[in-house]
């Protein structure tokens, strides 16, 4: 019940005469031969609807036999007027009642109750008083009860009046009896409960479906957030490491221009005592010649011959004299030589910072690669050729065996010896050269090649020199990749291992590069492009073109696409 009463003993008293088909206050109560008692009118209902010649008490499910004759219990009836007039009746706490936005019960009267359940055999919807019946009473037991609904009518077909108990799957919708022999004939009709197990199952599976793929998403998220801990871990060692590799660097710096400003001052300080003693030196030796002047003017001034020609000999003597011509007065470029070495230092960090600033922000993108969509490929060969680019071969890297002309965008392979100088990017080994441009964005370019077989590849610049293993060759190892073209086919490599690809020959082949999404494609260039392979992965530095020639007489060529 809703609420309780206020004294339980008049909680007991009423529910002695409540009827137990209704749950309300005996009307018109009757007393059966078996001693229950009921409202008249619910009694009669109840038996109306039951197989009479099985009538029975519906609480202690004696029978009779005949049908009882009904007659009015007036003690009871008494008994009942005057625990109605006590006024001790329990009233439900508002909380019980409908609201605007409840579903009501169909059976109270005056302010309705929240109804409990809704019958989809009855259509109507019961608070917990008046269902109880549904509980007790044999044929209500076998009702369907729901949570309580306000669309209980849309069950009653608008044409017929009836309960659609019927689905026509030629129309989607729900029928009656009557429609399934009326506008619905000879549609394939069944009833709602079947098609309402075959779409349950359906559900179910959809329900599977959707629970795998949230626990796929929660895996995905969990690893997201597992990524995320690791970047924000690896960003966190990289500042702090980062912070003292530049601090050491600048110690260093700060160090060698201490240094430097010692060893000027050092060298500053002894010139300057030198000079200073020459100085010092001279001025003796201009006092002496001052004062041997000044004697020399007072013997010139001697009348007597005789006193002059004495006192000459020991006055014109002059003492050892410094010679000027040690003396070499020259610009001090010593110090200007120092500024110009050190000036010739900071060119070289700058130009060793450049360089390496780009692996260190190619490096600072790969989170990027990860969170980011790439951007679509181009389809036609008119928008592969707005990310054309100019490459030409870098000789300090060919193989010797190889001849670059046409200003270093051509390579000829030949048995002899090409007369370059010695150089650590060139290789020993393989006949192959890389490009003098890195490679970084978004690149495309083309080669044409003539001959017997020929290799086009990418590489990193740190791709090893010396030798013929599979560390210097192209496709053989992780820091290169490579398409061979056959006049028969196109096989790839990478890492050493071999894709074989199908396609028709073709004597001009092109390379597209989407560095910073991973993207390395291989196309056949025709009438049309016909994408040969395509690689995605993650690359962590600037790549190279390359060019790899095996055979007497092939020739290969970079195209001028702009």
């Avoid at 000459?312 to 004299?321: A, K, R």
Wanted: proline content about 4%; aromatic content about 8%.
């Amino acid at each position: 019940m809703c609420s309780e009463m206020a004294q339980k003993g008049v909680q007991l008293d009423q529910e002695a005469f409540c009827c137990s088909i209704c749950l309300d206050l005996l009307k018109d109560p009757v007393t059966i031969p078996c001693g229950h008692s009921y409202c008249m009118s619910c009694i009669k209902g109840f038996w109306d609807g039951e197989d009479q010649s099985k009538i029975c008490c519906p609480q202690c499910r004696q029978t009779f036999a005949p049908r009882p004759v009904l007659g009015k219990n007036t003690i009871l009836a008494a008994l009942v007027e005057q625990l109605k007039k006590t006024g001790h009746q329990a009233a439900p706490a508002d909380h019980c009642y409908a609201g605007p936005e409840d579903v009501a019960c169909d059976v109270c009267t005056g302010r309705k109750l929240k109804a409990l359940k809704s019958c989809l055999t009855c259509l109507i919807s019961y608070c917990e008083k008046h269902l109880q019946p549904h509980y007790t009473v044999g044929q209500f037991k076998k009702h369907k009860l729901v949570d309580p609904s306000k669309t209980l009518q849309e069950n009653i077909c608008s044409r017929h009046d009836e309960v659609m108990k019927m689905f026509c799957r030629t129309d989607q919708q729900s029928i009656c009896y009557l429609c399934s022999v009326d506008e619905h004939k000879g549609h394939d009709t069944v009833p709602a409960a079947a098609e309402r197990t075959e779409r349950q199952r359906e559900l179910e599976v959809s329900r599977l479906n959707i629970q795998q793929r949230i626990q796929h998403r929660e895996k995905d998220v969990k690893l997201l957030q597992q990524e995320v801990e690791a970047v924000s871990r690896s960003a966190d060692k990289a500042v702090e490491d980062n912070e003292k590799i530049f601090t050491e660097l600048i110690r260093l710096l700060q160090k060698r221009s201490s240094d430097v400003k010692q060893q000027i001052r050092s060298q500053q300080e002894t010139g300057i005592s030198r000079v200073k003693e020459l100085q010092e030196k001279l001025q003796q030796e201009i006092t002496e010649l001052k004062r041997k002047d000044a004697e020399l003017k007072q013997l010139s001034h001697t009348e007597d011959h005789n006193q002059f020609l004495h006192n000459y000999p020991s006055v014109s003597q002059l003492s050892e004299t410094t010679d000027s011509s040690s003396i070499n007065i020259r610009p001090l470029r010593y110090f200007e030589d120092v500024t110009a070495a050190v000036s010739e230092l900071r060119d070289k960090l700058q130009d060793i910072l450049r360089d390496k600033w780009t692996n260190i922000s190619l490096t600072g993108r790969e989170m990027d690669v990860l969170l980011s969509e790439p951007e679509p490929e181009p389809k036609t060969r008119a928008e592969f050729l707005q990310y054309s680019c100019e490459i030409t071969l870098d000789p300090n890297t060919a193989n010797t065996e190889l001849l670059l002309s046409e200003g270093n965008r051509k390579a000829t392979y030949t048995s002899q010896q090409q007369s370059y100088s010695s150089h650590p990017d060139r290789f020993t080994g393989w006949c192959q050269v890389l490009s003098r441009e890195s490679l970084t964005g978004r690149c495309y370019w083309e080669v044409d090649w003539r001959g017997r077989e020929f290799r086009i590849a990418v590489a990193y610049k740190n791709i090893s020199r010396i030798g013929g293993s599979n560390e210097c060759g192209f496709g053989f190892n992780d820091k290169s990749w490579m398409l061979v073209c056959y006049t028969t086919g196109y096989d790839f490599y990478f890492n050493n291992i071999r894709t074989p690809i199908s396609g028709p020959h073709s004597s001009r082949v092109g390379v597209y590069l989407d560095h910073r999404a991973g993207i390395l494609s291989f196309y056949r260039v025709s009438g049309t492009m016909t994408l040969l392979h395509r690689v995605q992965t993650t690359f962590t530095q600037p790549l190279y073109a390359g060019l790899h020639l095996l055979y007497d007489g092939v020739t290969t060529e970079l195209c001028k696409l702009k």
